[in-house]
């Protein structure tokens, strides 16, 4: 069974500049969750998406959003990109919202200049 | 004040040893408490997850949660050196809440 795809691993951007990640859960699962993991600030959530809805929010600036498609695959974007948006972006798939078994992918590491 | 504190480490052990991990919180909502690994270079990795206090056996593993204290823990028992890594600490209400992490070496 594939586990969770981030694509791509690497990201050089510039300041200024969007991103747009992409996440393919586990088949079979519908809820997709992202993460931003810094060594400052540690895993925060981003927001989750169920059957392509938005369900739930973290303390992001609008600048972060996302979207679920009707295959479960799941994309972020991340606009207007500044220095402090270099992380590496995790997401976690799992069967429905709220399950506790939630599987991360490897991320994708995020470098702005 | 962070919902989830966990002291960063290092920690550094000899193989064999009892490696102790824990954290605490302050979000009375919490109901399910995880502890997962990373690698370098990897994402977070379940290794366990609980549900109420008590403790919960796998292996060489055993985590315990006190909710009346906001107090949970992870034991790693006959460590071994594939056990270094970053063990975080999560808790979930409608998202889970991480740790900061900490970073575990075990020395062969």
């Known amino acids: 069974k594939a586990g969770v795809t981030q694509t791509p691993r690497y990201l050089i951007k510039t300041r200024g500049q969007q991103v747009t990640l992409s996440c393919s859960p586990i088949?079979?699962?519908?809820?997709v969750s992202w993460y931003q993991q810094t060594p400052g600030q540690g895993l925060q959530f981003l927001f989750e998406y169920f059957s392509e809805t938005q369900r739930n929010k973290g303390n992001f600036p609008g600048r972060f959003s996302g979207r679920q498609f009707s295959n479960s695959r799941s994309e972020m974007n991340v606009s207007t990109l500044e220095l402090g948006d270099s992380a590496l972006y995790l997401c976690?798939?799992?069967?429905?919202?709220?399950?506790?078994?939630?599987?991360f992918g490897q991320g994708t590491r995020l470098t702005v200049v | 004040q962070k919902e989830v504190e966990q002291d960063p480490g290092p920690l550094s052990v000899p193989e064999g040893a009892i490696v102790s991990l824990n954290c605490t919180y302050s979000?009375?909502?919490?109901?399910?408490f995880m502890w997962y690994r990373q690698y370098s270079r990897k994402g977070p990795e379940l290794l366990m997850y609980?549900?109420?206090?008590g403790n919960k056996e796998d292996g060489r593993f055993t985590a315990q949660v006190d909710k009346s204290s906001k107090y949970i823990s992870l034991f790693i028992r006959d460590s071994q050196p594939s056990d270094s890594a970053t063990y975080l600490c999560a808790m979930s209400d409608y998202k889970l809440s991480f740790g900061a992490g900490t970073t575990v070496t075990v020395r062969a």
């Open positions: 979000n009375s909502a919490f109901q399910y």
């Open positions: 609980t549900y109420s206090s």
């Open positions: 976690a798939s799992s069967f429905r919202t709220g399950d506790t078994e939630a599987f």
């Open positions: 088949s079979g699962h519908r809820s």
